[in-house]
């Protein structure tokens, strides 16, 4: 009844009583399962093997497994992969290197031409005052 | 003598060797008695606490994690999965 391919119904752990499918015989007393179940070694003591049958390959993947489970209507999960979360703190500290660059150059291009003129513009300012002023004292 | 509210038989004796080599008496309350499977027998791998004991443990150190962990003995639900899958 042991063979590659026959639906069993496992007996022990936190899988009993779920279908699995024997993948590969490892050993006299030891298979390869999968299915409804985690993929996993098993004493073949920890089985019950039942009527069904499907055709798979040695060694056949999950995803193969799953296709056969479903001609049945026999409940799997699929496994996906996890997707990989973006890094949200990389992206900030870009965003304040660009502004901190952006800024800095703004600054130095306006600053010298606004400070040029108004201190040009003051001391001609303060001279004019100054000079009526020194006229009025001496008059 | 002990306090009367201390004399009550439900409480347990415990005798307690102190540092200074006297012996006194602690008291306890007792355990509740052992999970039974239905077919009788003792299911294991259950923990034996007063409630406020259990609530500290997680759930998956109080009872097996197959299914019906904590309810039939492995023997017993081993049979009945196997008298399932041969009616079938």
Request: hydrophobic share 25%.
């Amino acid at each position: 009844m042991i063979e590659i391919g026959r639906i069993c119904i496992k007996l022990a752990g936190r899988d009993a009583g779920r279908e699995a499918v024997i993948v590969e015989i490892l050993d006299n007393n030891y298979v390869l399962i999968d299915g409804n179940v985690r993929r996993r070694k098993c004493n073949i003591l920890h089985l019950e093997p039942t009527e069904k049958k499907i055709d798979i390959k040695k060694g056949a993947s999950h995803e193969e497994v799953n296709k056969e489970f479903k001609k049945l209507e026999i409940t799997t999960w699929e496994t996906k992969p996890k997707e990989k979360a973006e890094r949200p703190r990389r992206q900030r500290k870009k965003k304040v290197q660009e502004s901190k660059t952006e800024k800095p150059e703004e600054k130095k291009e306006e600053k010298p031409k606004k400070e040029k003129q108004p201190i040009d513009a003051r001391i001609v300012s303060v001279t004019k005052k100054k000079e009526p002023a020194k006229k009025a004292e001496k008059k | 003598m002990p306090r009367p509210s201390k004399k009550s038989r439900s409480l347990r004796r415990i005798h307690v060797k102190t540092p200074g080599g006297r012996t006194t008496v602690h008291y306890k309350y007792r355990k509740p008695k052992a999970a039974k499977c239905s077919c009788g027998a003792v299911l294991k791998g259950i923990v034996r606490e007063r409630p406020y004991k259990m609530k500290k443990i997680a759930k998956t150190k109080k009872r097996p994690t197959r299914p019906y962990g904590g309810v039939l003995c492995s023997r017993c639900l081993r049979k009945m999965l196997v008298e399932k899958a041969r009616n079938k």
